[in-house]
C-alpha cells in the first residue's frame, strides 16, 4: 500500500511538472505579445458648422478585445502645413476624442492657399506608441436656397470648391438635405441623398408639407455634406416660412374636467352644490332639532 | 292587585339590574394593561411621525413610483371599516330588525374612532401637512380627492350625530347613577344630556331625527366609500383601471366592518359579561349575514380579476402574475383564503355560528381585509405602464420602514383606544332601548 501511494505521489509530481512546463511554454509568447505597443488608430477630421467657426475632430481609438474602443487621455500636436504652424496640444477626453477650433492666428496661412493639410501626431504613452495621420482638405462653400417660379416647393443646394482665387463648381459631390425637428433631422425630400452636378448644383422638391414650425411657422433646412475626401465635413442652414405655426391648444382654457379648479363643469358645481347642500341641510335641520330638544328640557 | 304591584316590583327590579349590568364600568387589571399597550403604541407611532416631520417622507419605503403606501393602505381600511355604522345602525334601524340593538352602538364607536383616524392618517399621508388648507382654498372641484375630503367630513358629522341622539336616554340614566361614576365623567353626562327629562315630546323629535339620519347616512357611507374608489379607479393603471371599483370597494367594506363588529360582540360580551344581552342568537345572525358579504366581496374579486385576466393585456399580464405567483402572491393568497374562503366554509355551520368561532372568523376577516387593501394600493404602483429605468434600486420595490408602520400600527393602536375609552365612559349596549325592548316583550308575554 507504502510503495502504491509513493508510487503514485512521483506519478503525480511528474504530471504537475509538465503541466507546468507546457502552460510556460504557452504563456511566454502571450506574456511577451502583451507587452509589445498596441497600435494606436488616429484620425482628423475638419469641420465646417453652420455659422461656426471650423475645427478639427481628433479621435483615438486602438482595436481591442476585437473591438474598436476609445483611448481615452492621449497628448496630441495639430500642426498646418508640413509642421510649419503648430495649432494645437492638446488631450483627448474619456471618449478618445477632442475638438480643435482653428485659431485666430492661423488666418494669413489658412487665406494663402485654397487647400491646407492638417497633420496629426501622437505622443507615445503607456501601450502605445506614437503616430502621425494626415488630412488633405480644399476649402469649400455649401449654398442653399429655394427655386423662385417653381410649382412646388424646390430646394436648390450648391457646392463650390476654392481653386486660386477662384470659387468653382464642385460636381458629384454627395450631400445630404434634412428639416431639423426633435433635437434631430428629418429627411426633406424623399431621397436620402444628392449629388451635385457638374455646375455644382443639386435640386430636390420639399415632401414635407404641413409640418409644425415655430410660433411664426418657421423650420430651419439643413444641407450637409459628412465625411467627403476632399472638403470634408460642411453643415449649413435655412430658415424658411414653410412650417405651420402651431396652435396653442384650448383644452385647458374651456371649462372641463381636466381643466383648472376656476373652469370646473357647470354641470359639475351645480351638482356639487345642490349635494352639499341637500346634506348639510339635513344637518343644520338636525343640529335645529337637538337645539329644539335641549330647549324642551330647560 | 297584589299580583298587580308584584309585577310592577318585577319589573321595577329587572330594570334596576339591567341598568346596573350595563352601565359602565371601571378598568380592570386587565383592562389597564390593555389600554397601557394601546397607549405604548400611540407613543411610538407619535414619535415615528415626529422623525417623519423633522426629516420629511424620505424615513418612509415610499419613492416615486411607490407613493401611497401603507398609510394609503390604512386609510381606505379604515373608511372601509367606517361603513359598519351605516350597516348595522340604519339599514337594520330601517328594516326593523329588532335583534340588532345590543349591537347597534358598538357599531357607531367603530364608525366614530374609524372616521376619525382616516382623516388623521390621510394627513399622516401628506409631505406637507402644513398645507392642509389648501386642499380647501385651492381645491379642485373635479378632483375625487376633494370629494373624498367633503364626503368623509360629512359622514364624520352624521355619525357623530347618529351616535349622540340614541345615546341622549342612557345620558340621563347615567347622571341619575352618580355613585357609579365619577366626579368628571358625571359632568361630561350633565353636559351632554341634562337637557333630557324623556318627555314625550322630546322623544318624538329624537326619533324623527334618528329616522332622517338613518336614511341620509346610507347614501353619504355608499358615497364615502365609492368616492375612495374613485381616487383609483379614475387611474388608468393596472389593477385600479376598472368601472366595477365602487361596488368592489363597498361590498369589502360590509364585510371587514361586520367582522369588526363581530369581534367587538365578542370581546365586549367577554369583559362586561354581557351574555344576557348578546346573546349566540346574535352571533349566529351575524355570522349569516358574514356568510352572504363574504360571497358577495369573493364575487366582486372573481370580477375584478378574472375580466383583465382573460384579456390578458401586457400590463395587466405583468401585476396579475406578481398577484398570484409572484412576490405578492404569499399576501394575495392570504387575504384571499384567510380573508375569505375559509370564513364563509367556518360560518356555513351552525356550528361556526357560536361565538367563539365567530370570533375567530371575525379577526381573520379584519386582518386578511387589512392586508387585502395594501394589495390594492401597492401592487399597481409598482406595475406603471411605461418601464422603469435609470432608477436607483429603492424605486423598484417598496418595503414599509419602522417609521411607517409604526405609525401605522400606532393609528390602528388610537382607533381601538377611541373605542375603549368609549365603553369606560358611555354603555356600549342601549340601556333605554333594552329596557324598552324588554317591556314589550314582557307586555306581550
Request: with cysteine; proline share 5%.
Amino acid at each position: 500500500m507504502k510503495q502504491y501511494w509513493s508510487n503514485m505521489k512521483k506519478m503525480n509530481s511528474f504530471k504537475l511538472l509538465f503541466a507546468g512546463g507546457i502552460f510556460l511554454a504557452a504563456a511566454v509568447p502571450v506574456l511577451a505579445q502583451d507587452a509589445e505597443p498596441k497600435e494606436l488608430l488616429s484620425a482628423i477630421a475638419y469641420h465646417v458648422p453652420a455659422n461656426g467657426v471650423p475645427y478639427l475632430l481628433v479621435t483615438t481609438t486602438s482595436k481591442l478585445e476585437k473591438r474598436l474602443l476609445p483611448v481615452p487621455r492621449v497628448n496630441f500636436n495639430v500642426f498646418m502645413d508640413a509642421d510649419s504652424i503648430i495649432i494645437s496640444k492638446g488631450i483627448t477626453d474619456a471618449e478618445g476624442k477632442a475638438i480643435v477650433y482653428l485659431p485666430g492666428f492661423i488666418r494669413q496661412a489658412w487665406d494663402a492657399s485654397a487647400s491646407h493639410t492638417f497633420i496629426l501626431h501622437t505622443e507615445a504613452m503607456k501601450g502605445f506608441d506614437e503616430t502621425q495621420s494626415e488630412l488633405a482638405i480644399t476649402k469649400a462653400k455649401l449654398l442653399l436656397d429655394t427655386v423662385a417660379g417653381a410649382e412646388a416647393r424646390t430646394l436648390r443646394v450648391r457646392v463650390l470648391k476654392l481653386e486660386g482665387n477662384e470659387w468653382l463648381p464642385a460636381g458629384d459631390v454627395e450631400l445630404k438635405l434634412g428639416v431639423k425637428r426633435f433635437g434631430g433631422e428629418l429627411l426633406a425630400g424623399e431621397e436620402e441623398t444628392l449629388t451635385t452636378d457638374s455646375t455644382g448644383y443639386a435640386t430636390a422638391e420639399f415632401a414635407r408639407a404641413q409640418l409644425p414650425g415655430d410660433q411664426a411657422g418657421d423650420i430651419i433646412l439643413v444641407a450637409r455634406i459628412e465625411d467627403n475626401e476632399q472638403f470634408g465635413n460642411l453643415v449649413t442652414e435655412h430658415k424658411l416660412a414653410w412650417g405651420v405655426a402651431p396652435r396653442p391648444s384650448q383644452a385647458g382654457n374651456e371649462r372641463s374636467l381636466w381643466a383648472t379648479r376656476d373652469k370646473a363643469p357647470v354641470w359639475l358645481i351645480a351638482a356639487a352644490i345642490f349635494i352639499v347642500v341637500i346634506v348639510w341641510g339635513t344637518i343644520v335641520f338636525l343640529v335645529m332639532q337637538l337645539i329644539q330638544i335641549r330647549r324642551l328640557g330647560t | 292587585v297584589e299580583t298587580t304591584l308584584l309585577s310592577i316590583q318585577d319589573k321595577a327590579a329587572t330594570k334596576q339590574q339591567m341598568v346596573e349590568e350595563l352601565l359602565p364600568r371601571q378598568f380592570g387589571r386587565r383592562g389597564m394593561i390593555w389600554t397601557a399597550i394601546l397607549a405604548a403604541f400611540c407613543v411610538v407611532g407619535a414619535y415615528a411621525y415626529y422623525r417623519q416631520l423633522k426629516h420629511g417622507l424620505v424615513v418612509t419605503g415610499m419613492r416615486d413610483y411607490v407613493s401611497w403606501g401603507i398609510y394609503i393602505s390604512n386609510f381606505v381600511f379604515f373608511v372601509a371599516i367606517s361603513l359598519v355604522g351605516s350597516l348595522i345602525t340604519a339599514i337594520f334601524r330601517l328594516a326593523n330588525v329588532a335583534w340588532s340593538t345590543p349591537l347597534t352602538r358598538i357599531a357607531e364607536i367603530i364608525a366614530v374612532s374609524a372616521i376619525i383616524f382616516a382623516s388623521i392618517i390621510i394627513v399622516v399621508d401628506m409631505g406637507r401637512p402644513e398645507r392642509f388648507m389648501n386642499l380647501f382654498i385651492y381645491g379642485r372641484i373635479q378632483s375625487p380627492i376633494l370629494w373624498d375630503v367633503i364626503v368623509i367630513s360629512t359622514y364624520f358629522f352624521l355619525s357623530i350625530l347618529l351616535l349622540y341622539f340614541p345615546l341622549l336616554p342612557d345620558l340621563k340614566i347615567l347622571a341619575r347613577h352618580k355613585q357609579k361614576s365619577n366626579k368628571l365623567f358625571h359632568g361630561l353626562y350633565r353636559f351632554l344630556g341634562s337637557f333630557w327629562k324623556g318627555t314625550a315630546a322630546q322623544f318624538r323629535l329624537s326619533e324623527r331625527a334618528i329616522n332622517i339620519l338613518c336614511i341620509i347616512i346610507i347614501p353619504v357611507a355608499f358615497c364615502i366609500h365609492t368616492v375612495t374608489s374613485w381616487l383609483f379607479a379614475t387611474t388608468y393603471r393596472p389593477g385600479w383601471d376598472s368601472t366595477n371599483f365602487g361596488a368592489y370597494f363597498i361590498s369589502g367594506a360590509f364585510l371587514v366592518g361586520a367582522g369588526g363588529v363581530v369581534v367587538a360582540m365578542y370581546v365586549f360580551r367577554k369583559v362586561y359579561r354581557l351574555e344576557r344581552y348578546i346573546t349566540p342568537m346574535h352571533f349566529d345572525k351575524m355570522g349569516k349575514i358574514v356568510v352572504l358579504l363574504c360571497l358577495l366581496y369573493l364575487y366582486f374579486n372573481i370580477n375584478e380579476y378574472l375580466v383583465p385576466a382573460f384579456k390578458m393585456k401586457k400590463p395587466e399580464e405583468q401585476h396579475l402574475s406578481e398577484l398570484f405567483t409572484g412576490s405578492f402572491a404569499p399576501v394575495f393568497w392570504f387575504a384571499i383564503v384567510v380573508g375569505m374562503i375559509l370564513p364563509t366554509i367556518m360560518l356555513l355551520f351552525k356550528k361556526g355560528r357560536r361565538p367563539l368561532p365567530m370570533f375567530i372568523a371575525g379577526i381573520m376577516i379584519v386582518v386578511g381585509a387589512w392586508f387585502k387593501r395594501y394589495l390594492i394600493v401597492t401592487p399597481t404602483l409598482l406595475h406603471p405602464f411605461l418601464p422603469m429605468h435609470d432608477v436607483p434600486a429603492s424605486y423598484l420595490h417598496y418595503f414599509p420602514t419602522w417609521e411607517e408602520w409604526a405609525i401605522a400600527i400606532g393609528s390602528l393602536a388610537g382607533a381601538l383606544l377611541v373605542i375603549t375609552f368609549f365603553a369606560r365612559i358611555f354603555p356600549v349596549i342601549p340601556i333605554h332601548e333594552t329596557i324598552l325592548e324588554q317591556h314589550e316583550k314582557d307586555e306581550q308575554f
